[in-house]
T-cell receptor, first 114, second 112 residues
Framework: EAGVVQSPRYKIIEKKQPVAFWCNPI?????LYWYRQNLGQGPELLIR????????DSQLPKDRFSAERLKGVDSTLKIQPAELGDSAVYLC????????????FGPGTRLTVT | AQSVTQLGSHVSVSEGALVLLRCNYS??????LFWYVQYPNQGLQLLLK??????LVKGINGFEAEFKKSETSFHLTKPSAHMSDAAEYFC??????????FGTGTRLTIIP
């Protein structure tokens, strides 16, 4: 069984530029999560999807961050414009049923904003 | 609100020695507790979880953890450390809305 796939793995951009991250969850997993992990910290939830619906986006900075999950499968997280403080690892995870009881994480995208 | 405290951001043990990583949690309801491991440049992998039932939970790679409600703890142990155990370990708690809150992590170093 293939795991959670994320791309790109690394991205370096200048501040004020846009950037997008892509996630393909494990087949059949209805719940998808985007996390941000700052250096030396644990992951923090940005948004959670149940199928196509964003059921928890309370921690998503909506002035510059957006996300979508078309057809309830793949998801894209976008930042526009990026700021220096956005440098972090962006992790995608999925789970096979509603609930955070067992989440499967992708390898993450390491974003560096210069 | 849920919170997790991991005591010791860095822990070093000799190969073959006992591994003990500490985790204390705060929760207003019976918690679901997790330990994840993260190897360099990789995502998080579930080591073990406590939901209900037996308070001593066994996970992968020889790790286990014990839920102690009276101490609000969920410490991770392994009897004998191996070089391949070197990684970052995260304790996490799930709230009733099924949101995971992670601790700040403990970096485990194994001394040959």
């Amino acid at each position: 069984e293939a795991g959670v796939v994320q791309s790109p793995r690394y991205k370096i951009i200048e501040k004020k530029q846009p950037v997008a991250f892509w996630c393909n969850p494990i087949s059949g997993h209805n719940t998808l999560y985007w996390y941000r992990q700052n250096l030396g910290q644990g992951p923090e939830l940005l948004i959670r999807y149940e199928n196509e619906e964003a059921v928890d986006d309370s921690q998503l900075p909506k002035d510059r961050f957006s996300a979508e999950r078309l057809k309830g499968v793949d998801s894209t997280l976008k930042i526009q414009p990026a700021e220096l403080g956005d440098s972090a690892v962006y992790l995608c995870a999925s789970s096979p049923w509603q609930g955070g009881y067992e989440q499967y994480f992708g390898p993450g995208t390491r974003l560096t904003v210069t | 609100a849920q919170s997790v405290t991991q005591l010791g951001s860095h822990v070093s043990v000799s190969e073959g020695a006992l591994v003990l990583l500490r985790c204390n949690y705060s929760s207003s309801v019976p918690p679901y507790l997790f330990w994840y491991v993260q190897y360099p440049n990789q995502g998080l992998q579930l080591l073990l979880k406590y939901t209900t039932g037996a308070t001593l939970v066994k996970g992968i790679n020889g790790f286990e953890a014990e839920f102690k409600k009276s101490e609000t703890s969920f410490h991770l142990t392994k009897p004998s450390a191996h070089m391949s155990d070197a990684a970052e370990y995260f304790c996490a708690v799930s709230d009733p809305d099924e949101k995971l809150t992670f601790g700040t992590g403990t970096r485990l170093t194994i001394i040959p």
